[in-house]
């Protein structure tokens, strides 16, 4: 009998070079293999640096040695290429599903993989998945049909050879540094034991850890021989243990970072992978030399990108221009030529580059067949990556290139590309070996396979320092050799981490099946991270525990339960470092400069490139933006202004800019209801066609016959159901569902308006002998601006009803309108009313020769036809019950001087005028009066939140 026992070891024992000689030793006394198991790459490649000749692996290693020691050969697969198997499997069974294939095949797959991590064969799960067992049946059934297997069942196979006792290897196994094992490494760990395999297994055991305990409990079931396991005499290392909180991800880092560099101990970093790419920043920023390689995924180079847009079918706008973006980027086109491509690319939908339009043409003809051969497939797009000829490009390139940025991008697209083709051949040549000719895939199944196949992939640009500072995995920590380790991100939400099982499996699903060992329930994974947060006592003599608090003070983020007892000391934060005696830096240095600065302090020798920043940020803060004397000169040659012109410009000078000055088209947006204009358009043009039938314009209100008023409502109704067929016409991206009920909506409203008019008008006894004289009047009135410069004001009026010498103006408007004299009259942003009144009295005395008085001025919204209150500017004798124009008494805008100079003057609204008009021909500010956040112009317009506050109209 083999001895097959476990033993408990100090952590600095584990890999240690007296085990491995030891080993070396036995593998020389018993002319055996010895197969070394250790739980992480970075243990396994300080082992093999020993140079002893043994075989250190891991279990996965374990498996393939046996399936190759019975002369067994397979197609291995990744658990994403077991996804895509899925897919495929699913693709063909076409169920009916309310998930596309690749959505469900994640899902089978995810479930499949987990089930067979806990050791389970699909027969013992057929009852609680039967929907699922077709498709798994089909997937094993497809593993065996083209010689496959993954990497769960590899493990298992393994297993079930051992277990037969048949042609056993002569091997040692030795399994050194784990601290729990998975359910499938279990059912390997004991199939060695039942093949009689000679086993030792070293746990670490420095003090009481559950995890351990439970391990051992479980290897003592097996058969295991437990009698010499026992604690290795460890005595705690750390004297110092503190916690530091941060306030921002990029705080906790740069602080660490800054923390190690001040420090003369060996430092260490205990890192996830989360964290890699932050700690490779922060490294870099602060010049903090480190042993991690600079590395890039695939996905972030561009030749990746074109990869992927060689295999879209069926290019629209968007991913063309997608595509020549990413050709301009991988050429090099930058600065201004690249702006200049990207604008013609807009206007022509052509870059002006005969290059990069050759090269668009290629990728845009490559036509793929929706099913084909996996290899063939490989082999199509080797082609036509090939027919690109971008390997060449880069050659070239890199022979005249003296720019040390420019060649280190060369080089990384070089690598990328160089990577994605050996990728695609060692993938062809492993699927002709296995003889898989016959294996035919989709389109989306290649799309889907390239995605995870080689997005995810990482190619090395720099490589790390041997002197540098050194990150640590959880798993390999106890390698650190220094005095003092940093471990952040310990906040309550990342350590412990959540755990969860994969697919469809659920917590309570361990409890239904045979899972004899390792069952990874949440309080197995807890104990497993308490042991890891156990051993860095026994690792380090100075332990910096760090985690992101937040900047919020009355909700700040807790540390992790495990640093409950651990007060905090120290505190990494932006403020904190702002206010350091020396920055670490140059980039800092300019961050303290621009922050106290920035807080108006004195700082003596500013930067001239600050004095510049101030400069324009003070003009910024201003809003003043004055245009040339040029510009200027060429704006008042156009002597004549619509009044409407000038309250746009008063409410927001630089949307008058973008739209009438450069005249700046508004974002293209996705059309998703019937213009306003169109709606507009329709009323006033109703309105005017309908008085206009009627014959209206100069008869009183009550010659108006009952016959004639009961008319307009079908008139109305016809007349809309016509016009409505040019909206209609106008509107193709709109529902003829929205159409109808819109145009009922719109019938609806102009029939209650009619009813309104009828009341306020028609029907009135008290305006019997009043009527209307003109509908859409133009007026102008001549104003000075200064003595040597007249204008010329220019409006129409919707409409003008008179009685003898009192007239009223009206405004119709599609949507809501009041009217504040002081806030927006004052101001100019509604200068319509007040100007018409007086420009027709003025016109109407002139003409008469008979003074005129405007006793009224107010808009008629379509949205409350009947309203007579703040639309509106009223004589005090016509609000209230007395009012023969039926104006509620509410109305606040009484004006006895309406149409006056006295009225403009109360107002000062020629000086308004005038400002604005020189306004308009001299600056344009971004300081609005109504700053609205559905403005088109948002995302290319500067105004700040401060700017809409100090200058709105409330």
Not at 93 to 108: C, M, T
Not at 476 to 498: E, K, N, W
Request: a negative charge; proline letters at 4%; one cysteine or more.
């Amino acid at each position: 009998m083999a001895t097959q026992s476990v033993f408990g070891t100090a952590l600095h024992e584990i890999g240690s070079l007296e085990r491995i000689k030891q080993y070396a030793h036995v593998m020389q006394e018993h002319k055996s293999t010895i197969m070394y198991l250790m739980p992480s790459s970075s243990w396994l490649k300080e082992a093999r640096s020993s140079h002893y000749p043994l075989t250190f692996g891991t279990f996965d290693d374990l498996a393939s040695s046996m399936i190759k020691h019975k002369n067994m050969a397979f197609l291995s697969l990744t658990e994403q290429e077991r996804t895509l198997f899925f897919q495929r499997i699913l693709e063909q069974q076409l169920q009916v599903d309310a998930r596309s294939p690749k959505e469900k095949a994640r899902a089978y797959a995810d479930t499949y993989g987990q089930l067979k991590r806990l050791g389970l064969s699909i027969d013992a799960v057929e009852e609680s998945f039967k929907d699922c067992m077709p498709t798994f049946r089909a997937y094993e059934q497809l593993l065996e049909d083209y010689g496959a297997i993954d990497p769960e069942n590899k493990l298992l196979l393994a297993a079930s050879l051992l277990q037969q006792k048949k042609e056993i290897p002569d091997w040692h196994v030795v399994v050194d540094g784990f601290y729990d094992f998975s359910p499938l490494q279990f059912k390997l760990i004991e199939a060695l034991y039942q093949a009689d395999i000679p086993t030792t297994i070293y746990l670490p055991h420095y003090a009481p850890l559950d995890i351990v305990d439970e391990t051992v409990a479980d290897l003592q079931k097996i058969g295991y021989d437990t009698s010499g396991f026992a604690i290795v005499p460890t005595q705690r290392i750390a004297t110092s243990v503190s916690l530091v909180k941060a306030t921002t991800v990029k705080e906790q880092w740069t602080g660490l970072t800054q923390d190690i560099k001040s420090t003369s101990d060996t430092a260490g970093v205990v890192l996830t992978a989360e964290d890699r790419d932050e700690w490779r920043r922060a490294a870099d920023e602060e010049q903090l030399p480190i042993t991690h390689a600079v590395t890039k995924k695939l996905k972030q180079t561009t030749a990746y990108k074109l990869l992927e847009h060689m295999l879209q079918t069926g290019y629209d706008q968007k991913q063309n221009e997608a595509l020549v973006l990413d050709l301009l980027s991988f050429y090099g086109v930058a600065g201004t030529a690249f702006a200049k491509a990207k604008y013609m690319l807009k206007r022509t939908g052509q870059t002006g580059l005969q290059d990069i339009e050759e090269k668009r043409d290629q990728i845009n003809q490559v036509d793929w067949a929706k099913q084909s051969g996996f290899i063939d497939y490989l082999d199509n797009l080797l082609h036509r990556i090939d027919e690109l000829e971008l390997a060449d490009w880069i050659e070239n390139q890199l022979a005249e290139a003296k720019n040390l940025k420019d060649i280190e991008h060369l080089k990384s697209e070089q690598k990328a590309l160089a990577t994605i083709k050996q990728t695609i051949d060692r993938k062809a040549q492993e699927y002709r070996h296995f003889k898989m000719d016959t294996f035919t895939v989709s389109n989306d199944y290649m799309e889907q396979w390239i995605k995870d196949t080689l997005q995810d992939k990482e190619i090395s640009l720099k490589q790390g320092l041997r002197t540098g500072t050194e990150a640590y995995t959880w798993q390999h920590v106890a390698q650190f050799p220094g005095r003092t380790l940093y471990i952040p991100s310990m906040g309550a939400d990342q350590f412990p981490g959540g755990y969860s099982l994969a697919g469809y499996i659920q917590e309570s699903d361990l409890y239904k099946y045979d899972i004899p060992y390792g069952k990874p329930s949440q309080a197995h994974f807890r104990k497993k991270q308490q042991a890891y947060f156990e051993q860095l006592f026994y690792i380090a003599e100075k332990l910096v525990f760090s985690y992101i608090e937040g900047v919020d003070p009355n909700h700040p983020l807790l540390p992790s339960i495990f640093l409950e007892s651990v007060p905090p000391v120290g505190k990494w934060s932006f403020e904190m470092r702002m206010a350091k005696d020396q920055a670490s830096h140059v980039i800092e240095q300019q961050e303290m400069l621009a922050y106290w600065r920035g807080r108006q302090y004195q700082v003596d020798d500013l930067p001239e490139d600050f004095q510049l920043v101030e400069q324009h940020l003070s003009r910024l803060q201003s809003g003043e933006e004055p245009i040339s004397m040029d510009t200027t000169d060429r704006l008042k040659q156009q002597a004549s202004v619509a009044i409407t012109a000038l309250e746009s410009y008063a409410r927001c000078p630089i949307r008058y800019s973008f739209e009438r000055l450069l005249q700046v088209k508004e974002p293209e947006t996705e059309e998703t209801g019937v213009s306003f204009i169109l709606i507009g358009n329709l009323v006033h043009e109703l309105i005017e066609w309908l008085y206009k039938e009627l014959d209206v314009i100069g008869r009183p209100f009550s010659m108006l016959s009952e016959t004639e008023k009961e008319k307009a409502p079908q008139m109305i109704q016809d007349k809309v159901e016509k016009e409505w067929l040019l909206i209609e016409a106008e509107s193709p991206h709109v529902s003829k569902l929205e159409l109808n009920l819109l145009k009922q909506q719109w019938q609806t409203r102009l029939l209650e308006w009619w009813k309104a008019e009828r009341k306020l008008f028609w029907d009135n006894e008290k305006l019997a002998n009043m009527s209307i004289t003109s509908l859409e009047r133009p007026l102008h009135m001549e104003l000075a601006i200064s003595e040597a410069e007249r204008i010329i004001l220019k409006g129409k009026i919707d409409r003008v009803d008179q009685l003898d010498h009192e007239f009223v103006i009206y405004d119709y408007k599609t949507g809501q309108s009041s009217l504040k004299m002081e806030e927006e009259v004052r101001n100019g942003l509604k200068l319509q009313l007040p100007l018409y009144s007086y420009i027709l009295r003025d016109l109407l005395e002139k003409q008469t020769g008979v003074s005129h008085q405007a006793i009224g001025a107010s808009y008629i919204t379509l949205r409350a036809p009947g309203k007579r209150s703040n639309n509106g500017i009223w004589h005090e004798a016509e609000v209230g019950k007395q009012s023969r124009f039926l104006v509620n008494f509410q109305c606040k805008n009484r004006e006895n001087e309406l149409g006056t100079q006295e009225f403009l003057d109360k107002y000062e609204l020629e000086d308004k005028v005038r400002n604005l008009w020189t306004g308009m021909t001299s600056e344009f500010p971004v300081k609005p009066l109504d700053c609205k956040d559905s403005c088109p112009y948002g995302p290319i317009c500067r105004v700040s939140d401060e700017q809409k506050e100090a200058n709105a109209i409330t």
